[in-house]
């Protein structure tokens, strides 16, 4: 009930092209959707998040899709750049009762981005 | 603004050791949330504190344990280390209430266990 899968493990792009990672989730209680990027030697960064009233949330060349019937959420990168090459991982979480603590994330497995220039 | 601290950036152990790991969260943040990652099993929760009190807790077994202090610094400990352990240990912090959902991570502790 707690994973979070993704797929696919690896994806090789060229420059300018579109980077496309998806995401499945089990758990109907997670309310809070988030990516992070992780480049080698340093710790995740958020990139962009979303929750589950709203279907897509884009942020420059970022753009979440989210279907929550389906119980999945992607990940699209447009106009790839070489600097993009990272690990991506999507994660889950949900809120304490009170709606304030999103700590514990679960995370899918990640996936080696790779831009080609 | 600082980022998130962790020190030690690296760590040598053997087996049995216990080992001290620190966590300096943003200037602001109360939550913090420790992560192990592995190549094999990713990225998997520890424990969260906020306010000193320990607020969720992952599938870990008793010898990872935590804490955090009044001014939200926070350590974690692994007791009687065993080769499994060697992982990238990452601290993460978070303003954790009021819509506190956006989790900042530090560069980890790279723990290995001879």
């Known amino acids: 009930q707690q994973q979070v899968k993704q797929s696919p493990q690896s994806l090789i792009v060229q420059k300018g092209g579109i980077s496309i990672i998806n995401c499945a989730y089990e758990n109907t209680a997670f309310d809070y959707f988030p990516w992070y990027q992780q480049f080698p030697g340093k710790g995740p960064a958020l990139l962009i998040a979303?929750?589950?009233?709203?279907s897509e949330k884009k942020e420059g060349r970022f753009t979440i899709s989210f279907n929550k019937s389906a119980k999945q959420f992607s990940l699209h990168i447009m106009d790839s750049q070489p600097g993009d090459s990272a690990t991506y991982f999507c994660?889950?979480?949900?809120?304490?009762?009170?709606?304030?603590?999103?700590?514990?994330?679960?995370f899918g497995q990640g996936t080696i981005l790779t831009v080609h220039p | 603004k600082a980022g998130v601290t962790q020190t030690p950036r690296y760590l040598i152990k053997t087996r049995g050791q216990q080992v001290t790991l620190s966590c300096s969260p943003i200037s602001g943040h109360r939550s913090v949330s420790w992560y192990q990652q592995t190549p094999g099993q990713g990225l998997q929760f520890l424990f969260e504190?906020?306010?000193?009190?320990?607020?969720n807790k992952g599938n870990f077994p008793g010898r990872f344990s935590g804490r955090q202090f009044s001014n939200s610094r926070s350590e974690m400990n692994v007791s009687t280390l065993e080769l499994g352990d060697s992982a990238l240990y990452l601290c993460?912090?978070?303003f954790g209430q009021g819509g506190g959902e956006k989790l900042f991570f530090g560069s980890g502790t790279q723990l290995s266990v001879l």
């Open positions: 993460a912090s978070s």
């Open positions: 994660a889950a979480s949900r809120g304490n009762a009170g709606g304030t603590s999103y700590g514990k994330l679960t």
């Open positions: 979303i929750r589950p009233d709203v």
């Open positions: 504190y906020f306010s000193e009190t320990q607020r």
